[in-house]
């Protein structure tokens, strides 16, 4: 059995202490996770931000806490103002490529020397992404890089009081698209390379992004994961009554252009001949 990480005991303790049967919502504080610790018999960790993060992206919260979750819902911890976070019930949590389904094979344009130096973590998915324009493919539309790594501020409601509060956010790329039609589209891009997950927090921090910074474009989130053998699993989400979605999610595995044979190509025509215009 694995070892629980002090992250998992603290929230595990402080979960206890303010979770009420049939609450799907327990809000916290970063002193909080410090009282929490202190319970424990833990020194007062270096960084409480990073608790929050572990917990986030690196180890599942405990099944202690899971279990109390409704049917078909999990935990996840949300922004709730600064300093202050807010667990709450959602479909999904953890955004994991689905099994099964079809990968497509594409003609690596990658640089040779950046494949050479290229790591597997979320920057050397990133450029894999950029340089073989997986955007343009995966959405249909012409997708252009504006920024990475934008750093900004949202407002957010307080969870304790309802007071404006601003809660600092990233986001690993940021591209702006075209359709056939004129209409303009602002792509925010979310990437995990290694052993971190995606989380459905990341898409719902990205829309409120684009909500408060980019109002007047069409937001089309998308996530992007490394699988095993540099297989890429791309995925588009929406928000329709305050609950995020998956809309769409392929995967692609690029190969050597001298690698792909005619039968795949053929293939490809077909699906794309009987695919609804």
């Known amino acids: 059995m694995p070892t629980t990480s002090l992250a998992q005991q603290i929230i595990e303790r402080l979960f206890r202490a303010l979770h009420s049967p049939g609450l799907q919502e327990v809000t916290f504080t970063r002193d909080d996770l410090e009282s929490a610790a202190q319970q424990l018999g833990a020194s007062r960790p270096k960084n409480l931000g990073d ?5 986030r ?37 953890l955004i ?38 997986l955007l343009d493919v995966f959405t249909g539309l ?4 504006l920024q990475s790594h934008l750093r900004t501020t949202i407002t957010i409601p307080n969870a304790i009081d ?7 956010v990233e986001t690993d790329d940021v591209y702006v698209g075209l359709d056939e039609h004129g209409a303009h589209y602002i792509l925010p891009v979310q990437a995990k390379g290694g052993s971190d997950s995606l989380s459905v927090v990341q898409i719902w921090q990205d829309l409120r992004v684009v909500e408060q910074k980019f109002p007047d474009l069409l937001a089309r989130p998308i996530a992007a994961q ?29 190969v050597p252009p001298e690698e792909l044979e005619p039968h795949e ?7 794309a001949q009987h695919a609804t215009p």
């Not at 608790?51 to 917990?55: A, E, G, K, T």
């Not at 806490?65 to 807010?86: D, H, K, L, M, S």
């Not at 998915?125 to 340089?131: E, N």
């Not at 053998?229 to 979605?245: D, R």
Request: net charge positive; with cysteine.
């Open 265 to 271: 190509l053929a293939t490809y025509r077909t699906a």
């Open 57 to 93: 992206y690196r180890v599942p919260l405990p099944d202690s806490i899971q279990q109390t979750a409704p049917p078909g819902r999990e935990w996840a911890i949300f922004p709730g103002g600064n300093a202050v976070y807010t667990l709450r019930t959602v479909p999904f949590n």
């Open 51 to 55: 608790i929050v993060y572990s917990l």
């Open 162 to 168: 309802g007071t404006p509060s601003s809660s600092q």
């Open 96 to 133: 994991e490529p689905r099994k099964g389904l079809r990968t497509i094979r594409l003609p690596d344009a990658t640089p040779g020397v950046i494949s050479k130096y290229a790591l597997t973590d979320e920057q050397a998915l990133l450029a894999r992404v950029r340089y073989n324009r």
């Open 142 to 145: 012409a997708c252009y890089p």
């Open 226 to 254: 490394f699988m095993q053998q540099s297989v890429i699993a791309l995925f588009e989400f929406q928000e329709s009554n305050n609950q995020i979605t998956i809309a769409r999610e392929h995967h692609y595995s690029l």
